[in-house]
C-alpha cells in the first residue's frame, strides 16, 4: 500500500490525486510499505469492460431454489487477507490469490497453516504480469476479470513463493519463464456469471464456492473500519464516480444488519474494514449502485491432488453419435429442418435394449445453457415391442417428437444398420423462434444410464466452419456447415475415436461449456422435475399456436 503523503503535498494536490491514484495508476515497481495507509490513496483496478452478456452462466440448475443455513463463512477457507498496495491489481487478488488459492484449498482440505504458506498461495503479481500489457489499461492501472481469467484458464499462474508481491518485480514486465512452468500446474477449467440475486449467491456459498464480485465504490467504502454493515454510498468525491474494485464475497450472516450482510473479502490490508473484511447489506449488495458482476469458478481438479484422474477402464462400452448433421428439409419455411443422426457401438460388448439408454439431439445457448430445448428424443428399450421394433413414444422431452427403438447394438455396429441396414436416419422438425449464437449437439446416452470407457465422445457438436455455435436468428439457422451424409458418407467409426470438443464463441474459444456441465444440466432437469415443467411449457405454447 502507498505510504503517507506529506500534509502540505497532499492538501496542494488533493484534487488531482482523488482522480489518478484511485482509478489504479501504477508505477516502475510494486512497492508494499506498512499497512497504514491514508484511504483517499487506495487503489482499484478493475477496469470494468467485461461484457456480462458474452459471459457463459452457471448451469447448476438447483441454485436459487433450494434452502440455505442462516449464516456460512468461508473465512477460514481462504489465505490470510493480502495488500495489493497502490497499483490497480486488485483483480489478480481476487481471482487469483484470493479465489484460486480458496478453490485448491478446498479441493484439497487444506488446513489454515497450509493456506498461510507462500507455497500454497496462487501468485497475484505472476497472473497479473502474465495478462498482456495491452489488457492492463495505461500505465498498468487495472484490468478485466476475462483477461484474468483467461490466463487461469489457459496458462495457470505460480505460487506466491515463487513469484512473491514485492518490491522486486516491475509492474510491466512479463513473468519469468520458470514461472510460467510452474503455472501450468495451476490451472481453473471455467468461470461462469450467476445471478445477481442474494439466495443464489447465498446457495453458493453455503456449497463452499467462493463468489468474485465486481463492485462500484463510494467514499465511505474507501475508509471502512469496523463490523458495520455498508448499505449505501456516501458520496464519489474520493473515488471519482462508479469507480470499480474487484473482491470476493466470502460469507453470510441473516442476522447481520436489518436485512441481512454479506462478508466481503478485499484486498487493503488487514488493517481497513473488520480486519481485511467488509459487511455489505443483502438489499446494497445486489443494487446495481454496488454490485454488477458475480462469478464463480470450477477449479481444474487435477491440478493438485493426481487422486483425481481416473483409473483404467474396461473398454467393454462405448457409445459415439456418428453421421450427425442437420440442413434445411426443402420447404417453403426456412425454419423448417432435417436432422440426419446414427448412434455407434465402439465399445467390446453389445449395448442391450434392457439398459434402458437413449439420444437426445439438442439445442443450447453459447452464452446460457438454461435456454435449451431438446429437439429429439430416441429411448433405446425393451419396454415395447418385440426385439427389432420401433415406433412413436406418446410422451418424451422431444418437442420434435419422441421414439422408441427395441435394439441392440452389437459391437462395431450402429442403430441405423440395425434398424434400417443404413448409415444414418432422418427426422423432421421446425426450429422454435430463437436467436443468438447456439451449439447443435447430439447426446449418446444422455442421461448417464451405462457406464461407458470414454463419456467424452457421447457428444457431437454441430457448428460453423470454424467450430464456433452457430447464430440462430428468429428460428432461421445461419452459417452450419455443410456436412449432410446424404452427400458425404463417414466411414464407421473405430475404437478409442474422439468427437471435437465444443469451441465458445469469445476472442480465444477457451471458455465453453464441458461435457460434463451439459450432461449434469440434463440430469439435474430430469430429476429434479424442470424438465418435465419445459415440456409442458413447450406443449402449451404449441397448442397456443395451432388455435
Known amino acids: 500500500m502507498k505510504t503517507f503523503l506529506s500534509s502540505n503535498f497532499f492538501k496542494s494536490a488533493f484534487s488531482l490525486l482523488l482522480v489518478v491514484l484511485l482509478l489504479g495508476a501504477c508505477k516502475k515497481d510494486l512497492n508494499i510499505p506498512n499497512d497504514q495507509v491514508d484511504p483517499t490513496q487506495r487503489s482499484l483496478g478493475l477496469n470494468g469492460d467485461d461484457d456480462p452478456t458474452k459471459i457463459p452462466s452457471s448451469i447448476n440448475l438447483s441454485i436459487g431454489n433450494t434452502t440455505v443455513p442462516s449464516k456460512y463463512d468461508l473465512t477460514d477457507k481462504f489465505p490470510p487477507v493480502g495488500n495489493q498496495g497502490q497499483y490497480g491489481t486488485c483483480v489478480a487478488w481476487a481471482v487469483g490469490y484470493n479465489t484460486k488459492t480458496a478453490v485448491n484449498g478446498i479441493d484439497n482440505n487444506w488446513s489454515k497453516t497450509d493456506l498461510a504458506s507462500a507455497s500454497r498461495q496462487t501468485s497475484a503479481a505472476d497472473l497479473w504480469m502474465a495478462i498482456p500489457t495491452t489488457a492492463k489499461g495505461n500505465d498498468c492501472g487495472g484490468t478485466n476479470f476475462e483477461d484474468a481469467f483467461e490466463i487461469l484458464i489457459k496458462r495457470g499462474a505460480a505460487s506466491a513463493q515463487t513469484a512473491p508481491y514485492n518490491s522486486s518485480l516491475s509492474c510491466n514486465s512479463s513473468p519469468q519463464q520458470s514461472w510460467t512452468q510452474e503455472a501450468g500446474n495451476n490451472k481453473l477449467e471455467s468461470f461462469r456469471k450467476i445471478n445477481l440475486n442474494v439466495n443464489e449467491i447465498k446457495t453458493y456459498i453455503s456449497q463452499n464456492r467462493p463468489v468474485v464480485l465486481g463492485a462500484r465504490l463510494g467514499d465511505n467504502f474507501m475508509s471502512w473500519n469496523s463490523e458495520a454493515v455498508l448499505s449505501s454510498h456516501s458520496g464519489f468525491s474520493q473515488v471519482g464516480q462508479h ?305
Open 243 to 547: 469507480a470499480n474494485h474487484a473482491m470476493v464475497i466470502v460469507g453470510y450472516d441473516d442476522s447481520k444488519g436489518p436485512n441481512g450482510a454479506f462478508k466481503v473479502n478485499n484486498s487493503w490490508g488487514s488493517n481497513w474494514g473488520a480486519t481485511g473484511f467488509i459487511w455489505v447489506d443483502y438489499n446494497f449488495m445486489i443494487n446495481p449502485e454496488f454490485g454488477f458482476l458475480v462469478c464463480v469458478v470450477s477449479n481444474a481438479k487435477g491440478d493438485f491432488n493426481p487422486d483425481d484422474n481416473p483409473g483404467p477402464t474396461t473398454g467393454d462400452y462405448d457409445l459415439i453419435p456418428w453421421n450427425v448433421s442437420d440442413d434445411f428439409a426443402g420447404t417453403g419455411n426456412q425454419r423448417e429442418r432435417t436432422a440426419y443422426y446414427n448412434i455407434y457401438n465402439i465399445g467390446r460388448q453389445a449395448v442391450k435394449a434392457s439398459s434402458k439408454w437413449n439420444m437426445c439431439y439438442i439445442y443450447y445457448n453459447a452464452f446460457n445453457a438454461n435456454d435449451y430445448g431438446i429437439i429429439l428424443y430416441d429411448s433405446y428399450t425393451n419396454e415395447y415391442g418385440s426385439i427389432g421394433d420401433n415406433g412413436p413414444l406418446q410422451s418424451g422431452p422431444g418437442f420434435s417428437g419422441n421414439w422408441w427403438n427395441n435394439i441392440d447394438i452389437p459391437s462395431g455396429s450402429g442403430m441405423a444398420e440395425e434398424l434400417f441396414d443404413d448409415s444414418y436416419v432422418t427426422w423432421n422438425y421446425t426450429m422454435p423462434n430463437i436467436t443468438g449464437y447456439y451449439y447443435l449437439v447430439a447426446i449418446a446416452d444422455a442421461y448417464d444410464a451405462i457406464q461407458e470407457t470414454d463419456e467424452s465422445n457421447n457428444f457431437y457438436y454441430l457448428g460453423n466452419e470454424y467450430g464456433d455455435p452457430v447464430y440462430i436468428q428468429n428460428g432461421i439457422v445461419q452459417g452450419l456447415q455443410d456436412n449432410n451424409p446424404a452427400t458425404r458418407k463417414l466411414s464407421a467409426p473405430t475404437a478409442g475415436a474422439k468427437l471435437d470438443s465444443p469451441r465458445q464463441m469469445s476472442r480465444a474459444n477457451y471458455n465453453a461449456y464441458t461435457h460434463t456441465e451439459i450432461s449434469n444440466m440434463l440430469l439435474d432437469h430430469k430429476k429434479s422435475g424442470k424438465l418435465q415443467s419445459k415440456i409442458v411449457a413447450h406443449q402449451a405454447a404449441k397448442a397456443k399456436r395451432s388455435r
